[in-house]
């Protein structure tokens, strides 16, 4: 049973940054692909980024080269690096492995 838990959420200015946590537990989580997305108020949940086994990652368009998924496999940890952030970056941010989410993290950006 794989359980996560986000953390890092909070009010940012503009401009500004912050580092989302996402701890899992369970089995097979070094080979298993670790996913960020996020809901905005009255929007679908969409995928922000990916982290596979292998370390491999992939991006939503809008967030390239502001934010960075890393993960950490001896602490069961997935991060999300937050940079740049803007008004339409505001939105609840969850963690995703296989068919398990967690309770997800408020993200508001604004001044």
């Known amino acids: 049973q794989v359980q996560l838990v986000e953390s890092g959420g909070g009010l940012v200015q503009p401009g500004g940054s912050l580092r989302l946590s996402c701890a899992a537990s369970?089995?097979?989580?070094?080979?298993?692909?670790v996913g960020w997305h996020r809901q905005a108020p009255g929007k679908q949940r969409e995928l922000v980024a990916t982290?596979?086994?292998?370390?491999?990652?992939n991006y939503a368009d809008t967030v390239k080269g502001r934010f960075t998924i890393s993960r950490d496999n001896a602490k069961k940890m997935v991060y999300l690096q937050m940079n740049s952030l803007k008004p339409e970056d505001t939105a609840v941010y969850y963690c995703?492995?296989?068919?398990?989410w967690g309770q997800g993290t408020q993200v508001t950006v604004s001044s």
């Open positions: 995703n492995m296989w068919n398990s």
């Open positions: 369970g089995s097979f989580f070094s080979i298993s692909t």
């Open positions: 982290i596979n086994g292998d370390s491999s990652t």
